[in-house]
């Protein structure tokens, strides 16, 4: 039995976590380089280890590289957005694809929160104001969270939870998601532009798909409220980067903070330059309980799956391989 593991990169100092699982169950670990790679370098990689399962955090999984391993049988994602595999190639080679979907559920939404009270109290700004010799509380333009309306765009189970969160705060709560079910008790669902246009903050909570690429566009921002604020704790390719900078150089939001950008690591320097701006490097998902558990349910997943037992978290129904069947 091939019983190789390649661990494409990581997020964390080192991988003893997962090799300690695959280890464990009599399996063999590869790892490639923490920092994410480019994607012949993960095909190359795939094609000299032959693995039986691929684990990957950001590095990109192609169609070659589910094709360079003969053997290969899962690919998991160490964490729960599968933007950065090509699914629909790993399906049809009856590959499962898996991910870790709930893992960071509460440290997402309170990021989401976090970012929110920070725009409200004025709190990085007024940082930053103090270390530069300034001290000047007269200035203070702050605002009541109680008296906002915030708008959830994406009402998965981290929106819900934002949701939860945010109601405590007493403040009133929009929500849009095509696939919402009945009436969330205290979230009022609506249309994407009626939120955009009633909300002082938004919050985007989306996937990244073929239908949600710029979701967030020009013209939606410009439906926004003056003075708004936009979060955005999701995948940097839902908003236009681009969109968003001339609506804070023109005044037209008067704030945004984002974990994830569609450039990153890169910054544009035209962001960088907005006061109003507030950045984090793509962290809202970690915490010290949230990487454990993520860790250690992917590399599990893993060694269920190549001691032929299903996924508990499929992302796919992998075509019957000769007959028999993944799915």
């Not at 929110?116 to 530069?132: H, N, P, Q, S």
């Not at 410009?222 to 995948?235: D, E, K, Q, T, W």
């Not at 890169?266 to 970690?286: D, E, W, Y």
Request: with cysteine.
């Amino acid at each position: 039995m091939n019983s190789t593991v390649l661990l494409t990169d990581y997020a964390w100092p080192d991988d003893s976590i997962e090799r300690g699982i695959v280890e464990d169950a009599g399996m063999r670990l590869v790892s490639g380089p923490a920092t994410p790679s480019s994607a012949e370098a993960i095909e190359a990689l795939a094609l000299e280890h032959q693995p039986a399962a691929i684990m990957t955090c950001w590095a990109p999984v192609s169609a070659n590289a589910i094709a360079a391993s003969a053997g290969l049988e899962i690919v998991a994602r160490l964490g729960g957005g599968l933007d950065n595999i090509a699914v629909e190639a790993a399906t049809s080679r009856g590959i499962w694809v898996t991910n870790v979907p709930d893992y960071c559920v509460e440290e997402v939404s309170d990021h989401a929160v976090g970012f929110a009270l920070a725009w409200t109290r004025g709190i990085v700004l007024f940082d930053r104001e103090v270390r530069a010799g300034s001290w000047n509380p007269s200035g203070a333009k702050l605002r009541r969270l109680s008296e906002l309306t915030c708008g959830i765009v994406g009402f998965g189970r981290i929106g819900r939870a934002t949701a939860r969160k945010l109601a405590a705060f007493g403040c009133r709560l929009l929500a849009f998601d095509p696939h919402i079910t009945g009436e969330p008790s205290g979230v009022q669902p609506v249309s994407l532009e009626a939120l955009l246009s009633q909300s002082d903050v938004v919050v985007v909570h989306a996937p990244l798909t073929g239908a949600t690429r710029h979701l967030i566009s020009r013209e939606r921002i410009a439906l926004m409220r003056p003075g708004s604020l936009l979060i955005n704790v999701s995948r940097g390719g839902v908003v236009d980067t681009e969109a968003v900078i001339e609506a804070l150089e023109g005044g037209r939001i008067s704030g945004v903070a984002l974990d994830v950008l569609e450039t990153e690591p890169s910054v544009p320097l035209r962001l960088l330059a907005q006061s109003g701006a507030i950045i984090t490097p793509h962290v809202a998902f970690s915490s010290d309980a949230s990487l454990r558990e993520l860790r250690e349910r992917a590399a599990e997943e893993v060694v269920r799956v190549l001691k032929g037992q299903k996924p508990q978290q499929p992302r796919n129904s992998p075509v019957p391989r000769n007959g028999g069947g993944a799915a």
